[in-house]
């Protein structure tokens, strides 16, 4: 049973670049969320796909954007890259838009410089 | 916006020892998670919790839901090293379920 599977594991980008990180959902899992992780603190809510749809969005700016294909994988896409977004980006399934019990990746780490 | 308290911030004890953390809220939850997370990995969870004052186990892990619905408590008995990481609380409301919101964590270092 395949978990939560992200790619890449790591990316390096210049300031006001664009990037796009993906992620493949646990087995039998509808619904992807994305959370922002930055150094020694707790996961942020960035925004969470079901039904190919954006459902929740957390408190980011447009410059975060995402995308769920009809196999439930998701792309979060990130433009004009800032120092700031600098951080571990978490994919979190569940099953059902409302699922409370999240199953996460081992996330993506993405530096600007 | 809603804000989580986690303390304590850091917690070194020795092996064997039982640990206690809880975690704090200015606003109510419907529902509290409890996630752990090591080096390099995204956080597993280990405990939910859905009604308030509800008691919960999960192995030498116990986690309770507070009676005002505004704080969490997580107990670990015996400790062992692979219990090192760092402990999240979450909180969830059912107005927008599926949306959690995280503390900063607590990082346990468990010596032998």
């Known amino acids: 049973d395949a978990g939560v599977t992200q790619s890449p594991t790591h990316l390096i980008k210049t300031r006001g670049q664009q990037v796009t990180l993906r992620c493949s959902p646990k087995?039998?899992?509808?619904?992807v969320s994305w959370y922002q992780q930055a150094l020694g603190q707790g996961p942020q809510f960035i925004f969470q796909?079901?039904?190919?749809?954006?459902?929740q969005r957390g408190n980011f700016p447009d410059r975060f954007s995402g995308h769920q294909f009809p196999n439930y994988s998701s792309e979060l896409n990130v433009n004009a890259l800032l120092l700031g977004d600098s951080a571990l980006y978490l994919c979190?399934?569940?099953?059902?838009?409302?699922?409370?019990?999240?199953?996460f990746g081992p996330g993506t780490r993405l530096t600007v410089t | 916006g809603q804000q989580l308290n986690q303390s304590p911030q850091s917690m070194f004890i020795q092996e064997g020892e039982d640990v206690s953390m809880n975690c704090t809220s200015s606003?109510?939850?419907?529902?509290w998670l409890w996630y752990k997370q090591d080096p390099g990995e995204g956080p597993v969870l280990l405990i939910a919790?859905?009604?308030?004052?509800e008691l919960t186990s999960n192995g030498r892990l116990t986690a309770q839901f507070g009676i005002t619905r505004k704080d969490s408590f997580l107990n670990i008995s015996a400790s062992i090293p692979s219990d090192v990481g760092i402990y999240f609380c979450?909180?969830?409301?059912?107005?927008?379920?599926?949306?959690?919101?995280f503390g900063d964590g607590t990082t346990l270092t468990v010596k032998p």
């Open positions: 919790l859905y009604k308030a004052g």
């Open positions: 979190a399934s569940s099953l059902g838009g409302l699922a409370v019990e999240q199953y």
């Open positions: 606003s109510i939850f419907n529902t």
């Open positions: 087995s039998g899992h509808d619904t």
């Open positions: 979450a909180g969830q409301n059912y107005t927008n379920a599926g949306k959690s919101t």
């Open positions: 796909y079901y039904e190919e749809e954006e459902r």
